[in-house]
């Protein structure tokens, strides 16, 4: 088992920047692809980064790329990801995701490719 804690998330303004961060706990981190997704009312979770176990490649959705960017700590077990130039429209909640599959069957943006999944962290924008 793994438990996820976010943290960060908050009140800013349009163009304002904030750090997420995302602590896992439990059985080893190794090995783990990790992502984030949001998840705006009425709407449908959305992936917006992730990051490949295997060589720490990074991955983001169209409308953050350039703006956010995901990070690991592999010794301090947690995930970031800092959001710059934030816009109304990334007003969400905020869940990171660890994933077990091989680096080669694993689809960062595939929410069922993930095991386990944080509670969560409010993140809203105000323009």
């Known amino acids: 088992q793994v438990q996820l804690v976010e943290s960060g998330g908050g009140l800013v303004q349009a163009g304002g920047s904030l750090r997420l961060s995302c602590v896992a706990s439990?059985?080893?981190?190794?090995?783990?692809?990790m992502g984030w997704f949001r998840q705006a009312p009425g709407q449908e979770r959305e992936f917006v980064a992730a990051?490949?176990?295997?060589?720490?490649?990074?991955f983001y959705a169209d409308s953050v790329k350039g703006r956010f960017t995901i990070s690991r700590d592999i010794a301090k077990r947690t995930v970031y990801l800092q959001m710059n130039s934030l816009k109304p429209e990334d007003t969400a909640v905020y869940s990171c995701?660890?994933?077990?599959?091989?680096?080669?069957?694993?689809?960062?943006?595939?929410?069922?490719?993930?095991?386990?999944w944080g509670q969560g962290t409010q993140v809203t924008v105000s323009s």
């Open positions: 995701a660890a994933s077990l599959l091989y680096s080669s069957s694993w689809r960062p943006q595939e929410t069922h490719d993930y095991s386990y």
């Open positions: 439990g059985r080893s981190f190794a090995g783990y692809s």
């Open positions: 990051i490949r176990w295997s060589d720490g490649n990074t």
